[in-house]
């Protein structure tokens, strides 16, 4: 597709159970990035991928937070254990290479909403 | 301490109107100031990039200002319309790599 797709758009699931989330990123992007928003805040990061570097996982807010990017295009975010403050918009977003930047043709996709009940 | 503060938190004017949003960030140096647009259940999508040398970005309705010297931004939005009704997000990416500084964005509503 042209944009980035995320998949479910909307998920409810019970405290304790695990989920998965999936981004499908523009086709030839290298970097690939997940944010979380909860209510009322910005946009946290979580985690980037770029190529085939190890990942940037500094914004994972425990371990019970984990993502992989299999062959540099599809990316699963998977939450252990979920917990109601789990409960936010998860986005994902890519970019590709221009020059000296990563940013070149920032784009959102449209958020997973997750509720934790 | 967020690195990027928006304001005013909320606001609501009349369709037609011209409004002004603020952005003041602390990031620095860094390599460009975006203006996204966030309608509810939606992603944020772009509406201006500037770099740091830039003092002002159109797009249609949306004006973007930058002031690199005092670190302010702003987004004017001229003839608003019911559809401007939305969270518009300033961020701000540093010289140093990838990771963006999001604010937490000024909610508009456009009302007729």
């Known amino acids: 597709g042209a944009g980035v797709s995320q998949s479910p758009s909307n998920k409810v699931t019970e405290k304790g159970k695990d989920v998965e989330l999936r981004c499908d990123p523009i086709s030839g992007h290298t970097a690939l990035y997940w944010y979380r928003q909860s209510l009322g805040q910005g946009l946290e990061f979580l985690i980037y991928f770029q190529g085939n570097s190890a990942p940037d996982k500094s914004g994972l807010p425990s371990d019970r937070f984990s993502a992989e990017r299999t062959g540099g295009s599809v990316s699963t975010l998977t939450i252990q254990r979920t917990q109601q403050e789990d409960s936010a918009v998860y986005l994902c977003?890519?970019?590709?290479?221009?020059?000296?930047?990563?940013?070149?043709?920032?784009?959102f996709g449209s958020g997973t909403r997750l509720t934790v009940v | 301490k967020n690195q990027v503060e928006q304001s005013p938190q909320s606001l609501i004017i009349l369709e037609g109107k011209n409004c002004t949003l603020q952005?003041?960030?602390?990031?620095?140096?860094?390599?460009?100031l975006r203006w996204y647009k966030q309608d509810t259940g939606r992603g944020p999508v772009s509406l201006t990039i500037m770099t740091f040398s830039e003092n002002t970005k159109s797009n249609g309705r949306y004006t973007a200002t930058l002031d690199a010297d005092t670190k302010q931004s702003s987004l004017h939005i001229t003839a608003s319309q019911l559809s401007d009704s939305a969270s518009y997000i300033c961020v701000v990416t540093p010289n140093s790599g990838y990771a963006l500084n999001f604010g937490k964005g000024t909610s508009l509503l456009v009302t007729p």
């Open positions: 952005c003041n960030y602390t990031v620095s140096p860094f390599s460009n």
């Open positions: 977003a890519s970019s590709t290479r221009q020059g000296a930047t990563f940013n070149y043709g920032y784009t």
